[in-house]
């Protein structure tokens, strides 16, 4: 119980992080909705809207990582994975854990910290555009950045090593969920007969459950 309280701090953490971040895109929005008004109706062009909106989204990214770790969401080739058993699975990713994650965003941090703070000695400023704006800040995002997603990389370990011993993933800290558009549309469609409506929802159902095996916790083997 101890062990699913600290992964589901850790997994609150970054959903704390991701959720924060995301509200760079109303800030990205506004900025490129500005210079598209500057540019067009007052013929005021600014030259560092580019590189505002470069960091914006930069940043936005890099915050995202450790959040969409968290919620299993990152791309992967589920076609194999998603047949093994949990133990097999966990196996799996523990050995790639430990041989490449655990040590690429170790160097990730490692090497971004020296990055942030050479920008930060002389005061840094984009190049891309003249007078461009200062880059330091943006910099320093990917050393945090990397320590977010070395955190919750961390907390995935221990799940694999957990599921190894139980044959069963912990459970991960829920969030919002996208929902089967075409399912919804279907299920409320008066143009398909119950049969083959009920057939194709129950259908998706149980994709999505194979789908969610891992990060939802329990061996879907039995």
């Known amino acids: 119980m101890e062990t699913q309280k600290v992964l589901h701090t850790i997994d609150g953490i970054s959903t704390w992080v991701g959720k924060l971040a995301a509200w760079l895109i109303i800030a990205l929005m506004l900025v490129v909705c500005a210079e598209v008004f500057k540019r067009y109706i007052m013929n005021m062009p600014t030259a560092w809207i580019f590189d505002l909106t470069n960091m914006l989204y930069g940043s936005l990214f ?11 969401a990152h791309v992967r080739g589920d076609f194999l994975y998603s047949s093994m058993r949990p133990r097999t699975q ?41 007078d461009g704006p200062p880059v330091y800040h943006f910099k320093t995002v990917i050393p945090i950045a990397g320590a977010l997603v070395m955190l919750q990389g961390l ?68």
């Open 62 to 72: 890099m915050l995202g990582g450790a959040y969409t770790l968290a919620q299993n």
């Open 90 to 130: 966990a196996a799996l990713d523990l050995v790639l854990y430990i041989v490449f994650f655990l040590p690429g965003i170790a160097a990730l941090v490692y090497a971004g910290y020296f990055y942030a703070a050479d920008s930060w000695r002389i005061a840094e400023h984009s190049n891309v555009t003249a």
């Open 155 to 222: 907390a995935e370990v221990v799940r694999a090593a957990v599921c190894l011993k139980t044959g069963e993933w912990p459970s991960r800290l829920k969030d919002v969920a996208e929902m089967d558009v075409v399912g919804e549309q279907l299920e409320h469609s008066e143009y398909v007969d119950d049969a083959e409506r009920k057939a194709v929802i129950e259908k998706a159902a149980a994709i999505d459950e194979i789908a969610r095996q891992r990060g939802m916790g329990g061996d879907l083997s039995k």
